[in-house]
């Protein structure tokens, strides 16, 4: 039996073609209860999307100037001083160049929607938003630790990155942080070091809901159990704390996500790599004598618009009941600060 058409579908329910078209691509415009209505008659005829078909009115409705899908918002909630590329941390510069240029490859705009500005509400930053026709929203790494992002976004579509809104649950892209750690200790292995340890502040670990920790201790459980290395992850890693824990355990690599650690080390008397390695879990470009990983945040940003993206095309607004999270592996940079591979 051949596919039902728009004609069959508008027959069996009673509705008009253009309003199961619009039902049939879960258009917001269109009741909910309406909608149901289609999509069960749709069901009970047997009918299929065609996925082609979905593609290409998908590309044609993008590059047609529709106010409505124009435009992602960036929601940013830190200080509006911060606005200035300068003040705003490396990895949200990275986060918001790939975010940017991906939803320009797709057709959208973005616009930077300033949560944080002084005067500024929830309330009142919802209404200039739904004012402007913006319809996705890139919820960006909140400026606390962990937190809740307290504007509603049941009209939206959304993503955010990373693990610091704890609350409303969003699809959100993210590095792969257990996979960070673990890359990394095996790529120290590959090069000779056995003890490794970890050191980082508490809220560091906080902010992956604990990855960084977990992902230490299940290599480690695998590769070291026959000598752990207890985590020096403290409120504050200071030189004389990182000193004394040393001492102690007497790692032979650290891995960490602060890039001072190399001038703590050196301000005691240690030299990389001779006396000891050093990988940063959050390697950029700034420091690139520092070996570690590279999270990738262009790519996290690009994700989180990818993300946004498909729902616009589907037309789901709303916070989701099953909400994804789509994982960026990082990639491992060989840098001054450990050994150099062994000859084999």
């Not at 000779?192 to 809220?203: E, L, N, V």
């Not at 990389?272 to 390695?277: S, V």
Request: aromatic letters at 8%; glycine letters at 6%.
């Amino acid at each position: 039996m051949s596919n039902p058409t728009i004609r069959d579908i508008a027959a069996a329910s009673g509705f008009g073609k253009s309003t199961v078209s619009l039902a049939l691509r879960n258009d917001p415009s269109i009741p909910q209860s309406t909608r149901d209505r289609i999509k069960q008659a749709a069901e009970e005829l047997g009918y299929q999307q065609n996925p082609y078909v979905n593609s290409f009115m998908a590309q044609l409705r993008r590059n047609r100037p529709t106010k409505d899908y124009a435009t992602i918002g960036l929601v940013n909630t830190h200080p509006y001083s911060y606005a200035s590329p300068e003040k705003l941390s490396r990895e949200l510069r990275r986060l918001v160049d790939g975010a940017q240029k991906r939803a320009k490859a797709l057709g959208y705009r973005t616009e930077e929607c300033w949560l944080g500005q002084p005067r500024m509400t929830a309330a009142r930053m919802h209404s200039i938003i739904k004012a402007r026709s913006i319809r996705g929203l890139f919820v960006l790494p909140l400026h606390s630790i962990r937190g809740r992002f307290n504007m509603p976004l049941d009209e939206f579509a959304s993503a955010t990155a990373g693990y610091s809104v704890i609350h409303p649950p969003m699809y959100r892209a993210c590095n792969h942080n257990f996979a960070t750690v673990t890359e990394a200790m095996r790529n120290l292995r590959h090069l000779g070091y056995r003890r490794i340890g970890i050191a980082m502040p508490q809220q560091h670990d906080d902010r992956t809901d604990h990855f960084w920790i977990s992902g230490y201790l299940g290599f480690q459980h695998i590769h070291q159990a026959r000598s752990p290395i207890p985590p020096h992850i403290v409120k504050e890693v200071t030189t004389k704390n990182l000193a004394l824990w040393i001492e102690k355990e007497k790692p032979d690599a650290i891995i960490s996500t602060l890039k001072t650690v190399p001038e703590m080390l050196e301000a005691v008397g240690y030299q990389l790599p001779k006396d000891i390695g050093f990988a940063n879990l959050n390697w950029t470009p700034e420091y690139p004598h520092h070996s570690g990983i590279d999270q990738c945040y262009e790519l996290i940003g690009a994700t989180a618009i990818d993300m946004i993206a498909a729902q616009l095309t589907r037309n789901e607004y709303g916070l989701p009941e099953n909400p994804r999270v789509n994982m960026t592996l990082g990639k491992w940079i060989t840098g001054q600060t450990t050994r150099p591979r062994r000859k084999q």
